[in-house]
Every structure is written in structure tokens, then in C-alpha cells.
């Protein structure tokens, strides 16, 4: 069947799925790389053994559930059972969760500190040569430290 003749025309996505089966005993990772609002092509890492019937759930928490339309080595086309509440093919990618929040960090050779960033974890500024100068010392009494050990 070409395109053209096809109830709900296809987009290409690039998305991560799950599809979840034996009453949600077992997962499966897959890929989705196309998706209409009737079903989607999965693409799996290895062969996938599923049944006829199963969920499938997107990277954003939305689940739906599908039939096996055909099945091939490495793919499996499907068919959304409830057309009304299928996902749209968008193309865009979901929206991205809030960066998490991040710790400050010392490193520490011996009793100096030789690295540490800011309150709110951003970057350390570069060091001023005396600075410098100190954090090289450090590292090279720890290391003679190791070596006579």
C-alpha cells in the first residue's frame, strides 16, 4: 500500500518507547521511528517475542495500547486499539525536565584544596598562578606521600 492510500499519513520520529506486556510483568526497550495516529513502527535491539496485545508507553509517561499489525527480524508494526486517544505524530521532541540542581564540590589533595566550585555548583574560576603554584605543590607532596609508601 503506498502512502498515499494510507488512513492516517506517517511521520518519522526518532523516540524512545517501552512496550510492557504479561500484565505488566515484563518490559521491552524499543525505538519508535515512525508514528500515525492509527500506530507506529517499533525497531527492537534483539528479536522481540511479544504477544498480540501489549502497551506501549513514550519517553513521556504516556501509554497506550496496541496489536501486532506484522512483525519482521528486528521490527514490529502496530496499531493503536483506541484510535481516539492515540498519540499525535508530532515530530517534536517532548519537553525537556527541569536540569537537576547542582552540589557544590571540593576536591582536596592532602589538606589543600585544590578545586571547588561555586555555592550553587557552578564552575570553579581558573586558577592565578600563586594558586597554581600551591595546587602543584599539594599534588606533588601526595605523590611523594604514595611513593614512600
Known sequence: MSAENR?????RVLKSGVVIFNNRHSTMDCTVRNLSEGGALLVFARPPTLPERFSLRFEDGSEFPCRKAWQSAMSIG??????EAAPPPSAAPPAQAAEPRREPVEVRIGG??????????????????????????ALADALAQIGAA
Open 112 to 137: 589543600t584544596v585544590v578545586y571547588a566550585t561555586g555555592p550553587d555548583g557552578s564552575a570553579a574560576p581558573p586558577l592565578d598562578a600563586e594558586r597554581k603554584a600551591q595546587v602543584m605543590k
Open 78 to 83: 502496530v496499531a493503536f486499539l483506541n484510535v
Open 7 to 11: 488512513k492516517y499519513p506517517r511521520r
